[in-house]
């Protein structure tokens, strides 16, 4: 597609629950990446996916937190046991390569635990 | 490890006044440095970027110059309008370093007022 796409846009689910976020990177870009963003904070890191290389989970908060992506395509973030501080904006991006380019971001899936 | 601070918000501007919003470095590598907006409700767009040292990016009016010897890349306009009433944020991407990911700062809420 023209952009990066994510569903769905906003998400409300009961404490304890667990929920999946899906992000559709540009068509291309063989990097993906998620970030978090909780109300006025800036951007945390989660987890970066480059091509078939092993992801850089090293910014997940917890184990309940995981992401899985197939290829150069679709990746999904899953939040197991949701609690109320996962409440959050969680963004996705995708670029051609690291470093240099930029990212792409899509417009982010409003999680609210309630 | 690398990080990235820019002076806190809000700042809140009348139309058509000049715009500084300072941005500082740290990385161990060679970062190319970014400026990202996230204008109300929507996701984050790369505004400009400069790849290495005294590269100037510029984009909408605004402008950044990436000053290595002051480790900065401080984000200029000459005259702000109603419609860059934004979030803005300050990254860097450390190409020699082993993460892929961008690192930002926690963002800077401009406010423009007619």
């Known amino acids: 597609g023209a952009g990066v796409s994510q569903s769905p846009s906003n998400k409300v689910t009961e404490k304890g629950k667990d929920v999946e976020l899906r992000c559709d990177p540009i068509?291309?870009?063989?990097?993906l990446y998620w970030y978090r963003q909780r109300l006025g904070q800036g951007l945390e890191f989660l987890i970066y996916?480059?091509?078939?290389?092993?992801?850089?989970k090293s910014g997940l908060p917890s184990d309940r937190f995981s992401a899985e992506r197939t290829g150069e395509s679709v990746s999904t973030l899953t939040i197991q046991r949701t609690q109320q501080e996962d409440s959050a904006v969680y963004l996705c991006?995708?670029?051609?390569?690291?470093?240099?380019?930029?990212?792409?971001f899509g417009s982010g899936t409003r999680l609210t635990v309630v | 490890g690398d990080s990235v601070t820019q002076m806190e918000g809000p700042v809140t501007l009348s139309e058509e006044a000049f715009l500084t919003i300072n941005c500082t470095y740290t990385?161990?590598?060679?970062?190319?440095l970014f400026w990202y907006v996230q204008y109300p409700g929507e996701g984050l767009q790369l505004l400009l970027k400069?790849?290495?040292?005294?590269d100037k990016g510029s984009n909408k009016g605004f402008e950044a110059t990436y000053r290595k010897e002051t480790t900065s890349f401080h984000l200029e306009k000459g005259s702000v309008q109603v419609s860059d009433s934004a979030v803005y944020f300050c990254?860097?991407?450390?190409?020699?370093?082993?993460?892929?990911?961008?690192?930002f700062g926690k963002g800077t809420k401009l406010s423009v007022k007619p």
């Open positions: 991006a995708s670029s051609q390569r690291t470093g240099t380019y930029g990212y792409t």
């Open positions: 068509s291309g870009h063989t990097a």
């Open positions: 996916f480059q091509g078939n290389s092993a992801p850089d």
């Open positions: 990385a161990t590598g060679y970062p190319s």
């Open positions: 400069a790849t290495k040292a005294d």
């Open positions: 990254a860097l991407s450390d190409v020699g370093g082993s993460q892929g990911n961008l690192i």
